[in-house]
């Protein structure tokens, strides 16, 4: 099941891998969509905490879910 979350900062590609790398590395496998236009991360195959984390190791803001 996949899950929406707010994540501010992200302005471009760049951005967008960055944030997508530090899921995956935590959570191996999970599948992940960054749609910057409405600063939102969807993730499938990671929780809460997991994303919180990458997100916020990243150097992103972690607003919670949408």
């Known amino acids: 099941m996949s899950t929406t979350y707010r994540v501010t900062g992200m302005s471009c590609g760049g951005c967008s891998k960055s944030v997508t790398s530090a899921i995956q590395e935590i959570a191996p496998g999970a599948k992940v969509e960054v ?11 990671a929780d809460e905490a997991q994303v919180r984390q990458a997100v916020d190791a990243a150097g992103f803001g972690f607003e919670g879910r949408i």
């Open 35 to 45: 749609d910057l236009g409405n600063k939102a991360v969807t993730v499938d195959g």
